[in-house]
């Protein structure tokens, strides 16, 4: 009985951190996305897509409009996007998306976790060029032909479609455009009156590699410590 309750109690301090980093990067995203266009989502495109985003991991309203609040507020700190581009060990490129209020501790922290895990923080352009940034949908295919809608949606940009997962293990239908065409094809979904769940972009890669179970998991460690770090929205990289 102890150990069932254990149990229990682990898988529910589990989902309580998911939730509470889920809930952290997308305030942050909002924070960015107020300060580069102001606090109106009907005229601020970044700020509507930051807020599907906080609605798709279950944020509840009133913490959405308490950081917005927050990120309008005088002497509220400075949150911004930086990238940053590096090598996992055994040749794995990747692509580390933060929101940062303080560059200098945020690249510090990321060189610590690269030098920890053997592997090695890069310049910009330094593994850019392996990736493909694109523009990404998730929609709810409840209702939904992805058939008729493939269809409908490469008139407007679509490239690719796939069914995917979201962060709850919902089915969702993950639609990747270029990113120049990130807005023509937000307009082909709204024509539809099709909301997305969320949306952002992605940097996918150009080729994938794999590797040996023994190696795979020294990537793993590394990707998993970046994922940890608070400042970091997104890691993506040419693993298969």
Not at 47 to 58: E, G, T, W, Y
Not at 178 to 191: A, C, H, K, M, P
Not at 217 to 228: F, H, S
Request: negative net charge.
């Amino acid at each position: 009985m102890g150990r069932m309750f254990e149990a229990r109690k682990h898988t529910m301090f589990a989902r309580w951190d998911r939730m509470a980093k889920a809930f952290t990067r997308a305030g942050r995203e909002i924070a960015v996305a107020v300060r580069a266009g102001g606090d109106s989502p009907d005229s601020n495109p970044s700020l509507k897509r930051a807020i599907q985003n906080a609605r798709s991991v279950n944020m509840p309203k009133d913490k959405i409009e308490s950081a917005i609040a927050r990120a309008m507020g005088a002497g509220e700190e400075l949150w911004e996007e930086a990238l940053y581009e590096g090598y996992a060990p055994n040749g794995i490129a990747l692509m580390v998306v933060t929101a940062t209020n303080n560059p200098t501790r945020t690249v510090a922290n990321l060189r610590l976790h690269f030098k920890k895990c053997n592997g090695n923080l890069g310049n910009t352009g330094s593994v850019g060029f392996l990736f493909n940034r694109m523009g990404v949908f998730r929609l709810s295919p409840e209702g939904v032909d992805a058939e008729d809608l493939e269809l409908e949606l490469i008139d407007h940009g679509l490239q690719e479609m796939e069914l995917g997962k979201g962060e709850n293990d919902e089915d969702l239908l993950i639609c990747r455009c270029d990113w120049n065409d990130f807005g023509t094809l937000q307009s082909g979904l709204e024509e539809m009156s099709i909301e997305p769940a969320s949306t952002g972009s992605e940097f996918v890669p150009l080729t994938t590699m794999e590797l040996p179970e023994e190696q795979l998991d020294e990537v793993l460690k590394l990707i998993d410590r970046l994922e940890q770090d608070d400042d970091v929205q997104h890691v993506f990289s040419t693993l298969a």
